[in-house]
Structures are given as C-alpha cells and as structure tokens.
C-alpha cells in the first residue's frame, strides 16, 4: 500500500471537490482499499476550535440571528 501526504485548503472549490471525492472511496470500505487518515495534530487551540464548533452547531440548529447592515447603527442604540 502506498501513503500519500496531501494538504488541501478546505475552503476552496477544487478542494473541497477532491475531498468529496476521496470521502466516496473510503466510505464501506471493507477491505480497507482506500482508507482516509486526517492528521491528529492542528495547528489550532482545541479551545478556539471547540468554540467554533460550537457556532457552527448553532447555525444549524437555527438559534442564531441576523443583523441587516443597512440598520447596524439603529440596532446598536
């Protein structure tokens, strides 16, 4: 079996189109043919990550709000 190191920027098109595609191969993968390994270390604070996590949860779960910027100033008052 051969191991390839890639680094992808999630945020961009194609590498969120090639993560998609590798996610494909790996899921019910019995025989282990592909296999998807994320590196455990990250150059983040668990804690910042944590709270990220978190609000992203929230903006699925709908309990967040929106400000218009056109009344920003008046909503602040």
Known sequence: MTTL???????????KALLAFLKVFSKDNSQKDVELVEDPKSPYNP????KIKQAEKEIEDGETFIIETDSLWESIK
């Not at 190191?5 to 590498?15: D, P, R, W």
């Not at 804690?47 to 944590?50: P, S």
């Open 5 to 15: 190191t890639l680094k992808i920027n999630e945020n961009s098109e194609k590498g």
């Open 47 to 50: 804690e910042f990550v944590a």
